[in-house]
């Protein structure tokens, strides 16, 4: 670290390809529980650079065909947690005695 490093994530753009990387992002965020729907959000909106630019290299219509693809064959990941309700009354533990 350096004491005018801003300390903020630039990235930038290296070769590779499109498709594969839009299957590597995609597959991450469905398994973490985003929709098509969320992950369209999320490419809309200029903060998420990597997917960001493979919305504006691939298009609206396209990365949304290429998403439900992609989502469909990996899947979405669904969490629910359940908590049992609380017991109606206290039990005290008593330790047991030595003999």
Same mark, same amino acid.
């Given at each position: 670290?350096? =004491?005018? @490093? *801003?300390?903020? /994530?630039?990235? +930038?753009? #290296? =070769?590779? @390809? *499109?498709?594969? /990387?839009?299957? +590597?992002? #995609? ?16 490419s809309r909106d200029p903060f998420y650079q990597a997917l960001h630019g ?28 359940h908590e049992p309700a609380a017991p109606l009354e206290t039990v005290q ?7």
């Amino acid at each position: 670290m350096l =004491p005018d @490093d *801003p300390l903020e /994530m630039q990235a +930038f753009e #290296v =070769p590779g @390809d *499109p498709e594969l /990387m839009l299957r +590597f992002i #995609v597959e991450e965020y469905a398994r973490i529980g985003a929709s098509v729907d969320d992950i369209m959000r999320l490419s809309r909106d200029p903060f998420y650079q990597a997917l960001h630019g493979l919305w504006l290299h691939f298009g609206e219509d396209a990365i949304r065909d290429r998403l439900a693809t992609i989502v469909r064959r990996c899947g979405v990941i669904r969490i629910r947690m359940h908590e049992p309700a609380a017991p109606l009354e206290t039990v005290q533990i008593q330790p047991l005695k030595a003999n």
